[in-house]
């Protein structure tokens, strides 16, 4: 629907993340709902929409916010229910992880598992994902079509953050069944059986990786699982419960954004032929064109946080603790307050400040390793396939928070 259509009628109405018309093109009613206002009560999920990218920039860096409130109120304090018993894995698969922590124990866990994201500890893994990514493409250019995602960027992701952790490959497969499962739960319409299926994928996960730090124990290699099994941090160290949430979010959050970036990135480079021949001649650098397919269509569309304390006011609306925001990147990396021209894909762009890796306290920890995984993808792909074409038009999966393709079918040309 046409940005003008969209204003003439309820800007809120058009959220609508049921919406297969929404999901499939979500930026006419985000840019209506961003010019209509900075924050809006989004009445069926009880959260506030921020949808201008300084707000957002902004609350992610504000301590007053938070991911998780459970370490200063609880549920009752913040007038929200008990957490739900049928889901109780899912619960427990979360308890530790980097994204339902706020200080001290953040803090923490997070320093531990710095130390092997830095650039300079991703770098040294650049030769062994090159080779990763060539032998994938190497069968890719074997046959007449294949589907970017499940022929290159899954195994690729998942084969990569299975090496950085010490998991065995032969796990990737089962790893991303559970995974796809589990992440429906952020979902903000997901239905009963979706969360059935989400709780019964995290009990099954939780157990293999018990099972997974138990032979670390017993066998050490020197990689991260190893490391945090080990690990004697200033006297501390890891409780088992923290080692498998952790392993678990950095298995999630370490494929699914980066396959999506592909595929959501492709599609465009597909659809905007000027700006895939400025990469295939080598016009525009392939990190410089990274940063501009995170930007444009946003892998992760929306992030929520608490109010923990007084004085909060964001768009002018005073928000009590309590209150929860949805942060939309989507919107905000599509502001003209912030970009020019913002709907126009340009790969030249170049602008890392985007919020698409976050900010502040959970500023994205894989970022670095994520960098690297796609700057190796499409240079490669630049190089080889420089005919490359879509065979037919993808369709996106029908979720808003997680926005991925089903697939993305290409022929070399
Ligand atoms: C293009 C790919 C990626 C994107 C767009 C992305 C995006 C993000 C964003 C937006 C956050 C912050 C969430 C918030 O503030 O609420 C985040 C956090 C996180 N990401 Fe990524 N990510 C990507 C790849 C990766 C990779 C490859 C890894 C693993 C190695 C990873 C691991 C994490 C972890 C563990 C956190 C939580 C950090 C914390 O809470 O301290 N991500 N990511």
């Known amino acids: 629907m046409p940005a003008d259509d969209v204003g003439a009628t309820d800007p809120l109405a058009a959220f609508d993340v049921g919406d297969p018309s929404f999901t499939h093109d979500p930026y006419p009613a985000l840019a209506a709902l961003r010019e209509a206002g900075p924050i809006h009560l989004h009445e069926p999920s009880g959260r506030w929409l921020v949808t201008r990218f300084d707000d957002v920039a902004t609350a ?15 549920h009752a304090e913040m007038g929200r229910p008990e957490p739900d018993p049928r889901w109780s894995s899912f619960h427990e698969h979360e308890r530790w992880s980097l994204l ?3 200080p001290p124990d ?36 074997e046959l007449e079509t294949f589907d970017l995602l499940s022929d290159y960027a899954q195994p690729y992701s998942i084969g990569v953050i299975c090496a950085v952790l010490g998991v065995p490959a032969d796990d990737a497969a089962q790893l991303l069944d559970w995974s796809h499962a589990i992440v429906k739960m952020y979902e903000l319409d997901a239905d009963d059986d979706t969360k059935r299926a989400a709780d019964r994928a995290a ?4 157990e293999h990786t018990r099972d997974l730090i138990a032979a670390k124990r017993a066998e050490p290699d020197g990689l991260l699982l190893s490391e945090l099994v080990a690990v ?44 895939w021949r400025r990469l295939t001649s080598g016009e525009v650098a392939a990190d410089t064109a990274v ?27 005073d928000l009590p603790v309590g209150q ?10 599509r502001d003209p307050r912030r970009f020019d021209d913002p709907d126009r894909f340009d790969v030249a762009r170049g602008d890392a400040s985007h919020v698409g890796f976050g900010g502040g306290r959970h500023f994205c920890v894989g970022a670095p390793l994520a960098r690297l995984e796609l700057e190796v993808s499409v240079r490669h792909l630049a190089r080889r396939f420089v005919d490359l074409e879509l065979v037919e038009e993808p369709t996106y999966h029908p979720t808003f928070v ?8 290409l022929t070399a040309g």
């Open 60 to 74: 992610l860096r504000d301590r007053r916010l938070g991911r998780s409130y459970t370490h200063l109120h609880d």
């Open 100 to 102: 339902s922590l706020e």
């Open 106 to 141: 953040h803090t923490r866990l997070r320093r531990l598992v710095s130390k092997v994201f830095t650039p300079t500890s991703v770098a040294r893994r650049r030769d062994e994902i090159e080779d990763l990514s060539r032998l994938l493409l190497d069968r890719c250019a």
């Open 203 to 206: 009990g099954e996960y939780i």
């Open 232 to 275: 004697e941090d200033g006297g501390e160290t890891l409780s088992e419960d923290e080692i498998t949430s952790t392993t678990m979010v950095l298995l999630e959050a370490g494929h699914e954004a980066t396959v999506n970036t592909l595929g959501n990135g492709f599609r465009a480079l597909m659809r905007h032929r000027d700006q």
């Open 291 to 317: 940063e501009e397919l995170i930007r444009w269509d946003a892998p992760l569309q929306l992030f929520e946080r608490w109010i923990l304390d007084d004085g909060v006011s964001i768009g002018g609306v």
């Open 324 to 333: 929860e925001i949805a942060m939309l990147f989507g919107s905000a990396q």
């Open 402 to 409: 997680i926005r991925g393709l089903e697939s993305l079918r």
